[in-house]
């Protein structure tokens, strides 16, 4: 796995490369420092994932993702930052990133490298607390072309809120298996792989 480090810091730039290269199937071939040598060296190197901040001098990761996304719409860009304001998670999910980690959670850095290597989105478990206040809007969701029924939908966004399956259960007088059935055959419906990503499909496309 080729991974491209991006952080203004020299120093957290440096100590990134070297626990990741400590990884036997991790390389990084090149540390940027603001979001212009990240759209440059993301072309130069092609990597498999952009590790990126966000706050930087110069240009900053966000215009850089939204920059390499545009030409590359299979762009894999994982955020580390040490900021979790609200307006960078929004504009995070709205613009495609893969992930969002804030850098005190450290440990998760390999991990999440991993998941998002493997086609999944990840995000520390400080930014999906905030999401559902953060992107929820007044207006009501259009959801006609979606390939659901009201039920997957209704289900759908309960998980986006953070409910358990016991507590749908109990909330749509359901069971519990059913609950399971109607989760299973959404995530197909959508191609997604798990809970985290049926709320972000719902929080990016139905409630953006």
Do not use: C, W
């Amino acid at each position: 796995m080729k991974v491209l480090v991006v952080d203004d810091d020299r120093v957290v730039g440096i100590s990134l490369k070297t626990i990741l290269e400590a990884e036997p199937d991790i390389t990084v071939p090149a540390l940027g420092r603001d979001g212009t040598e990240a759209i440059a060296l993301y072309k130069e190197h092609q990597p498999d994932i952009l590790l990126m901040d966000i706050r930087m001098e110069g240009m900053n990761g966000l215009d850089a993702a939204t920059t390499i996304l545009a030409t590359d719409p299979s762009a894999k860009i994982l955020f580390l930052t040490t900021f979790s304001d609200d307006e960078y998670i929004i504009r995070a999910l709205r613009l495609g990133a893969k992930g969002y980690l804030l850098k005190q959670d450290f440990e998760h850095i390999v991990p999440a490298l991993h998941a998002v290597y493997g086609g999944q989105n990840v995000f520390g478990s400080e930014v999906v607390k905030k999401i559902p206040d953060i992107l929820s809007a007044p207006k009501e969701p259009d959801v006609s072309e979606l390939p659901l029924n009201e039920k997957e939908i209704e289900i759908m966004k309960l998980v986006a809120e953070g409910l358990n399956n016991k507590e749908i259960a109990q909330s749509l007088f359901l069971s519990e298996g059913t609950v399971r059935n109607y989760l299973s055959s959404t995530l197909e419906k959508l191609n997604l792989r798990d809970r985290t990503q049926l709320a972000i499909y719902y929080y990016k496309h139905i409630r953006a």
